[in-house]
Each structure stands twice: as structure tokens, then as C-alpha cells.
């Protein structure tokens, strides 16, 4: 059974920064592209940031590019979010996701696309 699993939220005031882990387990990470979405109350799940199979390619909204960086680490089965200058509309529950893709540097911001969720962990960034 394929798992992802979040971690690394909390409770952060205003300018802070998080990293957000998510530890895959029972597939092989480099055969898939990688997301990070977010989702708060009453609004649409936002992918936030996406990597490609080899890392090469990325892709971030406009709302937290230059803040937000993932990363991945295939020998650890890990992929990251790193969130710095924290805004309160940051606020939400944060999901990584898995895409089975062929190309390497294939990825997408559309979360149907994705086979594999984890079960989110949330950030709350306080003013």
C-alpha cells in the first residue's frame, strides 16, 4: 500500500518559516512527479509547488513564488516544502501528492492528475 505522510506544520506568526516533509513509502519516487497542495476552509485546493520526476523542473503560483521552494530527495523517499516570510493567507491544510509520469521533467499543478495523497498536515500563520 502506497503512503504519504506529512509533517512539519504547527502554529507560526507572521515572517516565520516551515518545512513541510512528506515520507513516501511502497513506490519507487523516482518514476513520479511531485506536488504540494493546500486547501483551507471554503476555498479550492491550490497546488502551491510541483517538481518534476528529475528535479530539474518546477513550478510555483504566483501568490507564494519566491517564498516557497520543494526539493526531493529519492534516496530518502522524502520531498519537501520549504515556506519562509509566512503570510496569514498561508493558513491552510498541506497535502503532497504523487504523479505517475514517463517523461523526467513532466509535472502538473492539476491535483486530478495525481494518483497518490497524503493525509495533510496543517499551518496556521498567526497575526
Known amino acids: 500500500q502506497v503512503t504519504l505522510v506529512e509533517s512539519g506544520g504547527g502554529l507560526v506568526h507572521i515572517g516565520d518559516s516551515l518545512r513541510l516533509s512528506c515520507v513516501i513509502s511502497n513506490l519507487i519516487l523516482s518514476d513520479y512527479a511531485m506536488g504540494w497542495f493546500r486547501q483551507s476552509p471554503g476555498k479550492e485546493r491550490e497546488c502551491v509547488a510541483a517538481?518534476?520526476?528529475?528535479?530539474?523542473?518546477?513550478h510555483y503560483p504566483d501568490s507564494v513564488k519566491g517564498r516557497f521552494t520543494i526539493s526531493r530527495d529519492d534516496a530518502e523517499n522524502t520531498v519537501y516544502l520549504q515556506m519562509n516570510n509566512l503570510r496569514p493567507e498561508d493558513t491552510a491544510a498541506y497535502y503532497c501528492?504523487?504523479?505517475?509520469?514517463?517523461?523526467?521533467?513532466?509535472?502538473?499543478?492539476?491535483?486530478?492528475?495525481?494518483?497518490?495523497w497524503g493525509q495533510g498536515t496543517q499551518v496556521t500563520v498567526s497575526s
Open positions: 501528492a504523487a504523479k505517475s509520469v514517463s517523461s523526467k521533467q513532466h509535472l502538473s499543478f492539476i491535483g486530478a492528475t495525481y494518483n497518490f
Open positions: 517538481i518534476s520526476r528529475n528535479g530539474a523542473v518546477t
